[in-house]
């Protein structure tokens, strides 16, 4: 089965900054890539799917690149509201899985 | 307004069983892709089962065997039988429709309900 390693599991960051989280996937899945945000005590969201493209809503600071094995999500500009734990995830049709990564917890530095 | 509101969650024994439901609003659960997809505390998500529209139907390893989904079209609504429960299963349950996005048709998780706690302790 394929597996996703996020990196890093915890980042402290301030508003304004630039902030890039990686995804790594243990076998090539294409473009077969999404990004969700989960706060505290709520489903999460989803932000990025086909590993680039924006899910309608969602703030443009918000930006996804990569195929293959290799993923990044990318927060431009930090805002309060971005506090909280990302998610990549794939989706294999053959098995069918939707696999999930560990997550990456984005903190107030 | 599209939705979905899960319920039957609760404290169980170990080997005990209980049965999720995952009502939706505002679409027709027959006509997508439905799944479940939990929680423990303090970890990450795990996707747990599919149910396609034509009814197949798939789960994660951890599950297989024990637990099923299923689906009632008359009550638009998606539940989960969970059998022979483990402490380990313990989590937040989520439902969420997967939904074909883009130009591969690849489906990702574009509607998530709230969740329901199951507690599996002695």
């Known amino acids: 089965a394929i597996q996703l390693t996020q990196s890093p599991s915890s980042l402290s960051a301030s508003v304004g900054d630039r902030v890039t989280i990686t995804c790594r996937a243990s076998?090539?899945?294409?473009?077969?890539l999404a990004w969700y945000q989960q706060k505290p005590g709520k489903a999460p969201k989803l932000l990025i799917y086909d590993a680039s493209s924006l899910e309608s809503g969602v703030p443009s600071r918000f930006s996804g690149s990569g195929s293959g094995t290799d993923f990044t999500l990318t927060i431009s500009s930090l805002q309060p509201e971005d506090f909280a734990t990302y998610y990549c995830?794939?989706?294999?049709?053959?098995?069918?899985?939707?696999?999930f990564g560990q997550g990456t917890k984005l903190e107030i530095k | 307004e599209v939705q979905l509101v899960e319920s039957g969650g609760g404290l169980v024994q170990p080997g005990g069983s209980l049965r999720l439901s995952c009502a939706a609003s505002?679409?027709?659960?027959?006509?997508?892709?439905m799944s479940w997809v939990r929680q423990a505390p303090g970890k990450g998500l795990e996707w747990v089962s599919v149910i396609y529209s034509g009814g197949s139907t798939y789960y994660a390893d951890s599950v297989k065997g024990r637990f099923t989904i299923s689906r009632d079209n008359s009550k638009n609504t998606l539940y989960l039988q969970m059998n022979s429960l483990r402490a380990e299963d313990t989590a937040v349950y989520y439902c969420?429709?997967?939904?074909?996005?883009?130009?591969?048709?690849?489906?990702?998780?574009?509607?998530w309900g709230k969740g329901t706690t199951v507690t599996v302790s002695s």
């Open positions: 969420a429709r997967p939904m074909v996005r883009g130009v591969f048709h690849h489906y990702y998780m574009d509607v």
């Open positions: 076998q090539g899945i294409s473009s077969a």
């Open positions: 995830q794939q989706f294999n049709s053959y098995p069918h899985t939707y696999t």
């Open positions: 505002g679409f027709t659960v027959s006509s997508n892709y």
